[in-house]
């Protein structure tokens, strides 16, 4: 446990509403990551940080945005959320294993995010 | 481009038996290669993770091997229960980047 929370844990919204989700991790990590998961695709990066306001994107970025104003919260913003965005959403954070400063990553319990 | 394949096919079986999971990987020369176990409704958790000067890892019942002439790491659960029973994720992570590619995983199912 690296002591990562999602807030919120389920939410239900309609096509065009602004959406946030929020990462709070209380380990002091730099690396902090968000995902999508999808059946078939499994988990895609959308957006990750490497300190505070250094972000840079992921994989399916287009749609997002994020912001990263204190070591301890990663926020995920859909401006204007489509239903192509229902997805579950995972946070998490990067430190080491065995040696190495970033290979492992620990997920949070995810937010399952629904757009009607 | 980069490409990780894992078997899209459910595994069920026996308890007892040994499970193997395979992970094969195109168009990527990874620095490192994870494996993480997920259950439903819950974030993946991380499990076992190997080098690329590594050829195999153990951790209790769990066995990875990597070989990257054939670009495949196995995961190997010895003795299996029907609580082993979870999606196992393969990851792979490259020297000097801070990105990790995901599989799609491979649901695996112990039948008592």
């Known amino acids: 446990d690296a002591g990562i929370t999602q807030s919120p844990r389920h939410k239900v919204t309609e096509t065009g509403t602004p959406v946030t989700l929020r990462c709070h991790q209380t380990?002091?990590?730099?690396?902090m990551y968000w995902y999508r998961q999808d059946p078939g695709h499994g988990l895609r990066l959308i957006h990750y940080?490497?300190?505070?306001?250094?972000?840079d994107k992921g994989e399916v970025s287009d749609g997002y945005s994020v912001s990263r104003s204190k070591t301890e919260d990663f926020l995920l913003t859909l401006e204007s959320a489509t239903s192509s965005q229902t997805s579950v959403y995972f946070c998490?954070?990067?430190?080491?294993?065995?040696?190495?400063?970033?290979?492992?990553?620990?997920f949070g319990p995810g937010t399952r995010l629904t757009v009607l | 481009s980069q490409k990780i394949e894992q078997n899209s096919e459910a595994l069920n079986i026996q308890e007892g038996k040994t499970a193997t999971l395979t992970c094969n990987y195109t168009?990527?020369?990874?620095?490192?290669l994870q494996w993480y176990r997920q259950d439903p409704g819950r974030g993946p958790v991380f499990l076992l993770l190997?080098?690329?000067?590594?050829k195999e890892k153990r951790k209790e019942r769990l066995k990875v091997t990597f070989d990257t002439t054939l670009k495949q790491s196995l995961f190997h659960i010895t003795a299996s229960q029907p609580a082993d029973s979870a999606t196992y994720l393969c990851?792979?992570?490259?020297?000097?980047?801070?990105?990790?590619?995901f599989g799609t995983g491979t649901r695996l199912k112990v039948l008592a």
């Open positions: 990851a792979l992570g490259g020297s000097g980047t801070y990105k990790y590619i």
């Open positions: 380990e002091n990590h730099r690396y």
């Open positions: 168009n990527y020369s990874p620095a490192y």
């Open positions: 998490a954070i990067a430190r080491g294993a065995s040696g190495g400063s970033t290979d492992t990553q620990y």
């Open positions: 190997i080098r690329e000067n590594e």
């Open positions: 940080s490497y300190g505070v306001k250094d972000t």
